[in-house]
């Protein structure tokens, strides 16, 4: 039963009419999987009887308060440019804004490696935050960081059996021909760390990416990219190939540049939990203004 006789206009309120584990009647009576009620749980959005309640197996009782956060934000955790979508003892799944590195390079102090180190030590958590996997700087959108570094050694040596799907959704420039289809060659850098692609092997690494095509126009494509490989600069590099590089991008693009952004966003992140082996699915909404630009 819904509970709303209450002032507080940030939580909707509900009153328990039989005893269970709180993860259960979370399952059982709110909207979202359950990867996005374990992260409302753990990000301190669950209170009963007024108290803040992280723990899944707490057992509640019959005719107990439940006050459970609209908002779903962390007490502890503010950034513009990262969001915590779940967390538990060994990972942490992240959205990440354009313009912010993963992990420390160079003389740059903005990373999301450090917001989240900073994160842990405010919120009393005797971690630290191990990258597994990097996107670009001017790339937004899903990442998972380990806890511990055994979890990031599980990660890091299985990823490609752990990640079972992974998906980004790119502007690119001028109407693609075809609805969709495959681009595979061996990608390498060269002394500039320009990536480029061949059609033979040339000592580099093998890459496929599967495209679709969700929306065009006669200037600009909105396209579904699937990664079967994850080398470096893929996406940029296979879209280059095509003849419709993504928009906004200054290494691999051709100037187009609507959003004044590079628009290449991670919206899809799949994988069995590196521990508990339970299947975890994360996806972002397309941001809107890559959407605007198809009205």
Request: proline share 3%; hydrophobic share 35%.
């Amino acid at each position: 039963m819904r509970y709303t006789n209450n002032p507080q206009k940030d939580y909707d309120h509900y009153i328990v009419e039989q005893p269970m584990p709180l993860l259960e009647w979370m399952l059982a009576n709110l909207k979202g999987s359950r990867s996005k009620l374990k992260a409302t749980l753990q990000g301190r959005g669950i209170k009963v009887d007024g108290k803040t309640v992280t723990q899944f197996n707490f057992q509640l009782e019959k005719g107990m308060r439940l006050s459970v956060s609209k908002s779903k934000k962390n007490d502890f955790f503010k950034s513009r440019y990262v969001k915590i979508l779940y967390e538990d003892l060994h990972i942490v799944v992240i959205e990440k804004a354009p313009g912010i590195l993963s992990m420390a390079a160079g003389h740059a102090s903005l990373h999301v490696k450090r917001v989240l180190d900073d994160y842990f030590k405010k919120a009393g958590q005797k971690c630290r935050a191990h990258v597994v996997h990097r996107l670009d700087r001017d790339t937004s959108g899903l990442m998972v960081y380990a806890k511990d570094m055994e979890t990031e050694q599980v990660l890091e040596h299985n990823w490609h059996n752990i990640v079972y799907d992974r998906r980004y959704v790119a502007v690119v420039s001028g109407e693609m021909e075809q609805d969709e289809g495959t681009v595979a060659n061996w990608l390498k850098d060269n002394a500039a760390y320009i990536t480029y692609s061949s059609p033979i092997d040339n000592g580099g690494k093998y890459a496929v990416t599967h495209f679709r095509v969700l929306d065009r126009t006669t200037e600009h494509s909105l396209v579904e990219y699937q990664l079967e490989t994850g080398r470096k600069n893929q996406i940029r590099v296979h879209s280059a190939d095509m003849g419709h590089p993504v928009c906004g991008d200054v290494k691999y693009g051709n100037g187009d540049n609507p959003l004044h952004r590079l628009c290449l966003h991670a919206y899809m992140l799949c994988f069995y939990h590196p521990v508990t082996h339970e299947r975890m699915e994360f996806e972002t909404p397309i941001p809107t203004t890559f959407r605007s630009l198809f009205k």
